[in-house]
């Protein structure tokens, strides 16, 4: 891309005030817009802001920085989907809000929380593996769908989830194996 259209817009994640240099993602190619989400992080830099159109990516996406990852205001959640794990979360911190996230594999987990205290607010996510240290907070997502838990907890990992829905899912809603510390206050959890 030689052209990349980006403005200042206010911040959504909450807890960091002022504005964050906001680069912007729409499936139909179009001047100064990445076509591909993965090509938007790679150009973020830390503390900006990637905004995504609707529409459905095909995509395995890795935020290894401390960026936010948002829908378009207004518009239908964008659908993100892979053969594998969608979205990995490899970041001290990350801010991801209004997606659905699933995956094409029964066995496999759509996203997946390998270190940092991300916060994944406002999303529609088929499962969620936390692992390694990280401590996610999860706060206001419908988790559901799935062939496997709802959400896998392994390793050290520990984290908050809160006013969450869980449920439809093949195996148990929640499944903690982890020794980090969990919290889970005003969720709905349904086998």
């Not at 959504?12 to 817009?33: C, D, E, I, L, M």
């Not at 609707?54 to 948002?70: D, H, R, S, T, W």
Request: contains cysteine; proline residues 4%; aromatic residues 10%.
């Amino acid at each position: 891309m030689t052209d990349v259209f980006w403005r200042d817009v206010p911040r959504s994640w909450p807890g960091k005030n002022g504005v964050a240099k906001t680069y912007f993602v729409q499936k139909q190619p179009r001047r100064g817009y990445f076509s591909s989400i993965n090509e938007a992080i790679a150009f973020a830099s830390p503390g900006e802001r990637i905004e995504i159109s609707q529409g459905k990516y095909f995509e395995n996406i890795v935020v290894c920085k401390a960026i936010e990852l948002v829908a378009e205001k207004g518009a239908d959640k964008p659908e993100i989907y892979s053969h594998g794990v969608t979205l990995t979360i490899d970041s001290d911190e990350a801010f991801v809000s209004g997606l659905s996230i699933r995956t094409g594999e029964q066995e496999c987990y759509a996203m997946l929380v390998v270190s940092g205290k991300p916060l994944v607010t406002h999303c529609h996510i088929q499962n969620v593996q936390v692992a390694g240290q990280a401590v996610p907070v999860f706060e206001k997502n419908s988790i559901s769908d799935s062939q496997t838990h709802g959400v896998y907890m392994t390793g050290r990992a520990g984290g908050t989830f809160s006013g969450n829905s869980m449920e439809k899912h093949g195996w148990y809603a929640v499944w903690v194996e982890a020794s980090g510390q969990s919290e889970f206050v005003n969720n709905y959890i349904q086998h």
